[in-house]
Nanobody
Framework: QVQLVESGGGSVQPGGSLRLSCTAS????????MGWYRRARGPQRELVAI???????NYAESVKGRFTISRDNAKNTVHLQMDSLKPEDADVYYC??????????WGQGTQVTVSS
């Protein structure tokens, strides 16, 4: 079983920055992919950015050039640096971790508010 603990959400003005972090804990697991989704307005959560254990990344088109995902494999921690935030980035952001046996775990969600 994997537990994900998120931190770093909050409120910022448009154009500002926030950094989200997520740490996985537990035992007997090896994580392949970590990343972030957000709740969005559709029926499913929307991918924001993911990163593999090898460092390969994938970003939503809407955040490319503004968000940067990074990872510390030794600490099972993933970070999302969010710059030039826009009001449409406001949402609940969820950390995700997928293990090497394809089990998927979600964090509890952290609120990001972008408003003047």
């Amino acid at each position: 079983q994997v537990q994900l603990v998120e931190s770093g959400g909050g409120s910022v003005q448009p154009g500002g920055s926030l950094r989200l972090s997520c740490t996985a804990s537990g035992s007997g697991f090896s994580i392949n992919v970590m990343g972030w989704y957000r709740r969005a307005r559709g029926p499913q959560r929307e991918l924001v950015a993911i990163i593999s254990s090898g460092g390969s990344t994938n970003y939503a088109e809407s955040v490319k050039g503004r968000f940067t995902i990074s990872r510390d494999n030794a600490k099972n921690t993933v970070h999302l640096q969010m710059d030039s935030l826009k009001p449409e980035d406001a949402d609940v952001y969820y950390c995700i971790a997928r293990t090497t046996v394809d089990d998927v775990y979600w964090g509890q969600g952290t609120q990001v508010t972008v408003s003047s």
